[in-house]
């Protein structure tokens, strides 16, 4: 039995659909086999970043060239690439097309990559001058705008050096990890299903939602860590190793570790607030992604009607619609669910003793001694001591954050593109 490509492939002339068991082999018109036992040697591809496919919930990626059934375009799927015709060109027809492949498989990583450290690594800076203007309740300045929060963040790169800026980013990484693994640990030893089919059902739903609730459960204590450690000022700041967080997640549930003070509210005061909100980042997310990409199909489909296609607009319209998906949802989420995220910060960061950044200043550190008795109190307080302008605090960071991300994805889409017709 010959192997086939691994699920994870994305090649060309296809947007996903059902798999089909047939061979290969003869959907490479670039390419010849003079037996079946060539196949064997075939390279495999690196493995899925995400955004770096365009599938739906359930689907796979089918093998390459094979037609798709779930979307109505289905791209140049006979010959993504041009080769020369005659007896004399085909042997560099046939590497032209091998080099053009190559590029081809890689060029899904290379631009999920680049999505993921974008969001993970560029942005950083922004979440943490984001965060530390949601905990400051003293704060006069609200940094609406991106040009107050530039103007800050030069400060205390002034002040305290690079570090100030970059500071958590490893809790961060930890977070997403025991989220991830706490999502495959209670999937696997529960019936909750992790993906939801295109033929779904209420009590699906309700399932897979149960599942989410379920992992930031777990993540809580993690996350709310992680918090500590973005916010603390870096002057008075100790030289913590990447494993602080999981210590002090784990201080936090057992109570051991630090010592808090009475004002610190328990974990179970903190579930709802937090499960609220990771459900509906996850609901509104994946609601407008899957808007956004149906919309962007059907364009790039009128427009294959309208007009024929190159094979290097085949390729972008393969990666970049759910990329742009991605990015649309995430920024609408953390948009509308900004003044939610700015009540769970104040509530997980209360009691743990945090000293953070002048944010009015840029230099001279303060205290957090709030004291709310819940959710309900935090936001009636905000709204009579801040207005309501005061659940906004920071939200120049947002810009710059989904700016710089923009900027990312189209000097990535640029360089892809050049790429391309060099090759091609």
Known sequence: MHPRRPD?????????GARDDQGFGGAFPARSFSSGSDLGHWVTTP????????????????????????????GPA???????????????????????????????????????FTENVL???????????QVNYHARHYHLTPFTVINIMYS???????????????????VQGVTLGAEGIISEFTSLPREISHKWNPKQIG???????????????????SLIETVQSEIIRD?????????????????????????????????FPTVLHGVLHYIISSVIQKFVLLILKRKTYNSHLAESTSPMQSMLDAYFPELIANFAASLC????????????????????????????????????????????????????EEGMLGFYKGFGAVIIQYTLHAAVLQITKIIYSTLLQNSI
């Open 156 to 174: 205390f790169n002034k002040t305290q050096g690079p570090r100030a800026l970059w500071k958590g980013m490893g809790s961060t990484f930890i």
């Open 239 to 271: 030289n913590t190793g990447i494993l602080e967080c999981v210590r002090e997640g784990i201080g936090r549930v057992i109570g051991m570790g630090v010592p808090h003070s009475k004002r610190l509210l328990p974990l179970l005061s903190l579930v």
């Open 78 to 116: 006979e010959e993504p690439f041009p080769s020369d015709s005659g007896g004399g060109g085909g042997g560099g027809g046939g590497v032209q097309g091998q080099s053009s492949e190559q590029l081809n498989r890689f060029a899904g990583f290379g631009i999920g990559l680049a999505s993921l």
């Open 8 to 16: 994870g492939f994305d090649g060309l002339g296809y947007r996903g």
């Open 207 to 225: 399932e897979h939602l149960l599942l989410k609730s379920l992992t930031y459960v777990v993540a809580m204590p993690f996350y709310s860590a």
């Open 333 to 384: 989420s953390d948009v509308i669910l900004y003044p939610l995220e700015t009540v769970l910060h104040r509530l997980h960061i209360q009691g743990t003793r945090t000293i953070i950044d002048n944010t009015d200043l840029g230099y001279e550190v303060l205290p957090i001694n709030t004291q709310y008795e819940g959710m309900r109190d935090c936001i009636n307080t905000i709204k009579q």
């Open 47 to 74: 493995p899925d970043i995400p955004g770096s496919r365009n599938l739906h919930w359930g689907e796979k990626s089918p093998p390459y060239g094979v037609p798709s059934t779930s979307t109505p375009y289905e």
């Open 123 to 133: 942005a950083h800076p922004c979440i943490v001058l984001r965060r530390q203007c």
